[in-house]
């Protein structure tokens, strides 16, 4: 909710770092798993990313690994002003080892 809030923020969290190559191109993501209600409705909750600590990652093998992660988000407005995009810079990744329940609750 309310992305222009965060327009030009700096976040950290603890989440997960992916890569994917769809059709020929590299794909990059962060994010945390999310369930709503119950197993059934799990969900990968992703922000679209960039920056040079994805050069960890084999996006043939749609590899993704848990860690600290830090960066800015920046948002791009269509000319009619509504968001467009959300990405996130990824400034930097400290790799750790995943907790025993990654899983973000809405409860």
Do not use: Q
């Not at 400034?91 to 990654?102: A, I, L, Q």
């Amino acid at each position: 909710d309310n992305p222009e809030n965060y327009d030009n923020k700096r976040l950290n969290f603890d989440g997960y770092m992916c890569s994917a190559r769809k059709a020929g191109k590299d794909h990059y993501a962060v994010g945390r798993v999310g369930m709503n209600c119950c197993a059934d409705d799990m969900v990968f909750l992703g922000i679209p990313s960039t920056g040079p600590s994805f050069k960890k990652l084999d996006s043939t093998k749609n590899e993704r690994k848990w860690g600290n992660i830090t960066g800015v988000i920046h948002l791009k407005y269509e000319s009619n002003g509504e968001i467009e995009s959300l990405k996130m810079k990824v400034e930097s990744f400290t790799e750790k080892e995943k907790p025993k329940d990654p899983i973000v609750y809405f409860n």
